[in-house]
């Protein structure tokens, strides 16, 4: 891991305004709503002359070859073609890990950190403004796993959730970002809040008028059903399924009022996964370097500088 606070990495990003802004997902946090946004909103964002490439080509020009496949040649150089450009956009949860890798023994994104400093050192990411969204436990794990079901073999919810519930924790996670990013600032929103104010925190990050900020036309679509996993589990009994046959169930079995989304929790994990959920963003609110926003304003829950 190669910590970006070298004198000749701070200078340079210190002569660069703004920063580069390193947006990191996590998955499930209404990612792939904003990225749709900043397609649709790419003409604002050239004229504000904004580098972002969009999130397959950067895929493959870096996080593929880079993280996942290593040795794989790149498709096309890593940095988008426009040059020198007032400041630079990378934006991809994948950085962190892929959907199937997220939960583990050892916690949620355990090579998060790691990935996210591969990429900054292979782009020249100088002290990059850190983004990421967080979602409460109870909402985040279902949705990932469902996630992952659509490009992996079916497994149960018990099987695929390998980070025992009493150690699921956004905290280490936060923590060894600043580690690999020691002088960079990290802003931090939650996908509960998120909802509804997606222009707002995107002008607010890029400082950009709201009204620049275009929707995509098609909405995200919803997460699988109760139903539609119980059909799974039964398909998955007589034989095994992937993910074909998964989407198929989802698609046969879709959400609705009569058909609530998949939840695996007890009322007793859910009030246990909601208190540990709380407790990591109050701890959050008083780490140095990070700033928790509101995106409905986005209002400051707290903005203070780093000691």
Request: proline residues 11%.
């Amino acid at each position: 891991m190669t910590l970006h606070d070298q004198p000749a990495l701070l200078r340079q990003s210190q002569e660069t305004s703004p920063p580069a802004i390193l947006w990191l997902g996590v998955h499930k946090t209404g990612t792939t709503f904003l990225q749709g946004c900043l397609e649709a909103s790419r003409p604002a964002i050239e004229a504000q002359d904004i580098d972002y490439m969009p999130l397959e080509d950067f895929r493959s020009a870096c996080t593929r070859p880079l993280l996942d496949r290593p040795g794989q040649a790149p498709a096309r150089p890593a940095r988008h073609p426009s040059g020198a450009a007032r400041q630079r956009l990378v934006f991809d949860e994948n950085i962190l890990g892929l959907v199937q890798d997220v939960c583990t023994p050892q916690g949620l994104y355990p090579q998060g950190a790691w990935r996210a400093d591969e990429v900054a050192d292979r782009l020249g990411l100088a002290a990059p403004h850190l983004v990421l969204g967080l979602r409460s436990f109870g909402g985040f794990l279902p949705s990932l796993y469902c996630e992952t079901l659509k490009s992996t073999p079916f497994r149960t919810f018990r099987d695929f959730l390998r980070c025992p519930t009493e150690r699921v924790s956004w905290l280490p996670l936060v923590a060894g970002l600043l580690r690999a990013f020691p002088v960079s600032p990290l802003t931090i929103y939650t996908a509960e809040a998120l909802r509804g104010h997606e222009a707002g925190l995107l002008s607010h990050l890029l400082g950009l008028p709201e009204t620049a900020i275009a929707l995509p036309q098609e909405a995200e679509r919803p997460g699988f059903s109760q139903r539609a996993v119980e059909a799974m589990e039964a398909a998955q009994a007589r034989e095994p399924i992937g993910p074909g046959e998964a989407k198929r169930l989802a698609a046969a079995h879709p959400r609705g009022p009569q058909a609530p989304g998949f939840d695996p929790w007890s009322p007793a994990e859910r009030r246990a996964l909601q208190s540990r959920w709380q407790a990591d963003i109050e701890t959050l609110r008083g780490w140095s370097r990070v700033r928790l926003i509101d995106p409905a304003g986005p209002a400051l829950v707290r903005d203070r500088p780093a000691p």
